[in-house]
């Protein structure tokens, strides 16, 4: 998968936008962080604690928490080497989890 494959993916999901910031791409969903690219081969990705020790552990060629993100519901995602249907899975789960009532708004 490359960037332009996740920006069509993140895109599709029904009430999610996306824009730019710093030259990189984010998709939001009402206002709500699902997804923001890194670079030009890795994005983070919106992920409640339980699911991201879920895609760790199912998935560790695919994602990664930087110790930057430990704090934080959000997990890295390797486009270039990573498993793009655990990406997509991913990308769905985060829109999921915020389009939910209550979730949080934590995007650092």
Do not use: C, Y
């Not at 996740?6 to 939001?28: E, N, T």
């Not at 519901?73 to 655990?86: Q, R």
């Not at 990406?87 to 999921?96: F, H, L, M, P, Q």
């Amino acid at each position: 998968m490359d960037i332009t494959e996740f920006d069509q993916l993140a895109s599709s999901l029904a009430g999610v936008r996306q824009r730019s910031r710093g030259g990189l791409m984010q998709w939001h969903h009402a206002g709500r962080l699902v997804a923001r690219q890194l670079d030009d081969t890795r994005v983070v990705v919106r992920a409640p604690f339980d699911t991201r020790d879920l895609l760790l552990h199912q998935f560790p060629d695919t994602f990664t928490v930087p110790a930057r993100f430990q704090k934080h519901m959000m997990v890295v995602a390797d486009l270039a080497e990573g498993s793009a249907d655990a990406i997509e899975d991913a990308v769905i789960s985060a829109w999921r989890f915020q389009t939910r009532d209550g979730s949080t708004d934590d995007e650092n």
